[in-house]
């Protein structure tokens, strides 16, 4: 899924970035909302040996047909929005600036992914994502003061502030102020 984003924030389509390889994989769900899914693409010979290996490491499901629509409705719909995500990482990214303790440049967010620091919150990565978790917010620690945090199509602009209230109340609340 991540050629997706790639072609969205560098103003280029997936065909064209993919021009001079001879294999594709992508996944329908996360960034382009389909339940479930992923898709591989190459030549007729590439594609047999790949659906082999599929079927001997348990992969495949039956009669997914309305599946298979949602996936193409997907691919239909999703590239052209997915620019929503990457400002919605950048409004995110602008929030965490703010927030003392934590550190990132917004100018390095790209796509829909937003990484920041947090050793100067007195937290480690882990410390700090159950603490965001407990208040319904999904992070990912990346390394001991690295937080991961991820926007797709069922996160709203309102959804990103509450976000960064509550991570800025985390950070507080360790550093014994009012949360």
């Not at 919605?88 to 100018?107: F, S, T, V, Y």
């Not at 159950?130 to 937080?147: C, K, M, N, P, Y």
């Amino acid at each position: 899924m991540r050629i997706f984003n790639a072609a969205a924030a560098l103003s280029d389509n997936v065909a064209n970035m993919a021009r001079n390889v001879d294999s594709v994989m992508f996944c329908l769900s996360k960034g382009l909302g389909a339940p479930v899914g992923s898709m591989i693409l190459g030549s007729r010979d590439f594609i047999e040996r790949a659906r082999v290996y599929r079927k001997m490491f348990g992969g495949g499901m039956r009669q997914v047909g309305v599946i298979a629509a949602a996936g193409l409705i997907a691919l239909e719909t999703s590239p052209a929005r997915l620019h929503e995500d990457h400002a919605n990482a950048r409004h995110l990214a602008e929030g965490i600036a703010k927030i003392p303790g934590l550190k990132i440049d917004p100018a390095s967010v790209k796509t829909n992914i937003v990484i920041f620091d947090c050793g100067a919150s007195g937290m480690n990565a882990v410390e700090l994502c159950d603490a965001l978790h407990e208040r319904g917010i999904w992070a990912q620690d990346t390394a001991f003061h690295s937080v991961r945090m991820v926007t797709h199509w069922n996160v709203s602009h309102a959804g990103i502030d509450r976000a960064v209230q509550e991570l800025a109340a985390v950070v507080r609340k360790r550093k014994g102020q009012v949360a």
